[in-house]
């Protein structure tokens, strides 16, 4: 089963009060309360979304050279792959990801649901003819070698990518958590996957800290419960969302919708919980250019 609707986690946090959290808490939903199997992959809207230039414009025309008097020609899917690839940056192989994984998404559903959310409406027809043209030479060499973009991505760190790796499940496969719990090869992707969520959660990647927020609270196909992770890991959200949002705006994250999670945890655990929550908070502000305050 895929997600493309936790793409919406990757994006650069470029939303405002309220946006950030249902963003957050929808995609969060749909990554570990998925739908059955059978399910058409959802339209819901990475922390975060695509990342930043990824309008259909600035992808259709990453090579193209202008010709005087004329409109320049699309560049096609091999040649955007080609350049990315020949980079080394793992940036560029997340984007590469993120080109395949648009064109898989596009010729199940004929719509791009992560750019409708950016740009906050539908997807125009001739938008829909230039996807459908940029996707038309999509081959199963591609579509086989979409992952290993993405998992050069999550190693390196690039923001987005940790989250969307998790979601992907066990090479490509999510039913293989379910199906193949002891195999050892799912097994190692499982330490591998939390291993890199952690590595970018404690360098504040905001993500990152809400997917392992939400895999933590319950037992689940990747992890146990663990209300001590659990509880740091919202209380370093509840900090950086406060001076995220805009002045009179809920958090989502305070105490009142929260308290039963506390309540579960002893004194010494909850003091655990703040010192690692103080930490991702200062990380965070550090990245953000602010002082470490409250």
Request: hydrophobic share 45%.
């Amino acid at each position: 089963m895929r997600f493309p609707s936790t793409r919406i986690l990757t994006m650069n946090v470029k939303f405002t009060g309220l946006a950030i959290a249902a963003a957050i808490a929808a995609a969060l939903a749909l990554a570990y309360w998925p739908a059955p199997e059978s399910a058409a992959p959802d339209a819901a809207a990475s922390a975060a979304g695509a990342p930043a230039g990824r309008s259909l414009e600035s992808y259709l025309n990453i090579d193209a050279s202008p010709v005087a008097d004329a409109a320049p020609m699309p560049v096609t899917l091999a040649q955007q792959l080609a350049r990315l690839a020949a980079s080394g940056k793992p940036e560029d192989a997340y984007a590469a990801y993120n080109l395949l994984d648009d064109c898989i998404v596009f010729q199940q559903e004929g719509r791009l649901p992560g750019l409708e959310f950016e740009l906050g409406r539908e997807m125009a027809a001739e938008e829909k003819a230039a996807q459908q043209q940029l996707c038309a030479g999509l081959t199963q060499r591609q579509r086989e070698d979409r992952l290993g973009y993405l998992a050069t991505a999550a190693r390196a760190g690039v923001p987005g990518a940790a989250t969307i790796f998790l979601s992907e499940g066990p090479f490509g496969d999510r039913s293989a958590l379910r199906n193949r719990p002891d195999d050892p090869l799912v097994q190692a992707w499982k330490r591998q996957a939390i291993a890199q969520l952690t590595a970018q959660a404690d360098e504040a990647e905001l993500s990152s800290v809400a997917t392992l927020m939400m895999a933590y609270l319950r037992d689940g196909e990747v992890v146990r419960k663990d209300a001590p992770q659990a509880y740091g890991y919202l209380l370093a959200l509840r900090q950086v969302y406060d001076d995220i949002l805009a002045p009179g705006v809920t958090n989502p994250y305070q105490d009142e919708y929260w308290h039963w999670l506390q309540a579960e945890l002893t004194p010494e655990q909850q003091a655990a919980a703040s010192a690692r929550a103080q930490a991702i908070v200062a990380k965070y502000r550090q990245h953000a250019g602010r002082a470490a305050h409250g």
